[in-house]
Structure formats: structure tokens, C-alpha cells
């Protein structure tokens, strides 16, 4: 088993349509034996037939996934264990959601160049997005000031490896205090 981070947390990968949160989720997951969450799974049924229609989702529409998506973090947390979910999570607000006042809680942007994404776009096929809605999500994002930037434009061990040591380095440097 490869190494993991020292302490039990959630870990949002996030990033736009394409970008590989999904690989590097369930990678991540394996890697440190934690059970992983694609936030696709949490969208309600309406959701999914506007993205699959070519309607980007509204703020309204994001509110009762986010929420979901939230929920299924505290009861991580309330566990005291660790979870990896793979989520969008586009902008600051969005993110405020998903974080609430829940401790600890770490967001992975993988960052991947509009060439490579629409290159993944393309070639996936069985996905719900279509690669129209691509430009979309670019023009959303709202790039996290608060987030392990990460190149994902790399080989997944690669980005697992990235990823590993950088959570516990963070670890290492933030203590754990009497709210974790």
C-alpha cells in the first residue's frame, strides 16, 4: 500500500469537465484505501437530463447536489474517517457549500490545458456531458485560492504521488487542533 495522508480528511478533486477527477479520485481512493465518491452520482435526475441536453445547470440547480455532496462529507467527518470526492466545484461559492464549517476538509484543482480537455472531451464516450458544455465550465471556474494546485496533464501515479506527499507535508506543517 502506498503511502497516505497521517490523518483521516476529505479531499474534493476538482476541476472542470475532462480534467480527470474521476481517474485520480478512484486512484487516490486505492492508494490510501478510502472510499471514493463521484459527485455525478449525486445529481438529481433533472440535472442530468439538462447536462445531457446541452443546458449548462443554473446556481438553483447546483444548490440541492452541493448539499447532498456536503452531507455525505460530514458523515465522513463524523466518522472520523477519510474520503476522496470527485466534484466540479467550480466556484468560490460552491466550494463554501461543500466545505461548511466542516474540519478537515482539503480541495485538489487539477488543471488541465483547454486542448487536453477537449482532447479527453472527444474521445470520452458514455458521459452524460457532452464536450459542448466544456466552454461553459471554463468560463465558471473561478480558480481556488485555497486549493493544492495540481498539473493534470500527467500520468496518474504521477498525480497520486503529487498528491500523497503534498497532503502530508500540509499534514505535518497544520497540527491537528481540538475541532479535527
Known amino acids: 500500500m502506498a503511502a497516505s495522508p497521517r490523518r483521516p480528511l476529505v479531499v474534493f478533486v476538482m476541476g472542470v469537465t475532462g480534467s480527470g477527477k474521476t481517474t485520480l479520485g478512484e486512484a487516490l481512493g486505492r492508494a490510501w484505501s478510502w472510499p471514493y465518491h463521484d459527485a455525478d452520482a449525486y445529481h438529481p435526475p433533472a440535472n442530468v437530463e439538462k447536462m445531457r441536453a446541452g443546458t449548462p445547470l443554473t446556481d438553483a440547480d447546483r444548490v440541492p447536489w452541493l448539499a447532498a455532496l456536503h452531507d455525505c462529507a460530514q458523515q465522513t467527518v463524523d466518522r472520523g474517517e477519510g ?13 463554501a457549500i461543500l466545505r461548511g464549517a466542516l474540519s478537515p476538509v482539503v480541495f485538489v484543482w487539477l488543471d488541465v490545458p483547454r486542448e487536453a480537455l477537449q482532447a479527453r472531451m472527444d474521445a470520452r464516450r458514455g458521459h452524460f456531458m457532452p464536450a459542448s458544455l466544456l466552454e461553459s465550465q ?3 471556474l473561478e480558480a481556488p485560492v485555497h486549493a493544492f494546485h495540481i498539473d493534470g496533464d500527467q500520468p496518474v501515479a504521477d498525480l497520486v504521488r503529487e498528491v500523497t506527499t503534498r497532503l502530508i507535508a500540509w499534514q505535518d506543517a497544520n497540527p491537528p487542533t481540538d475541532d479535527d
Open 83 to 95: 474520503a476522496v470526492i470527485g466534484c466540479s466545484a467550480l466556484k468560490a461559492s460552491y466550494r
Open 138 to 140: 471554463l468560463h465558471t
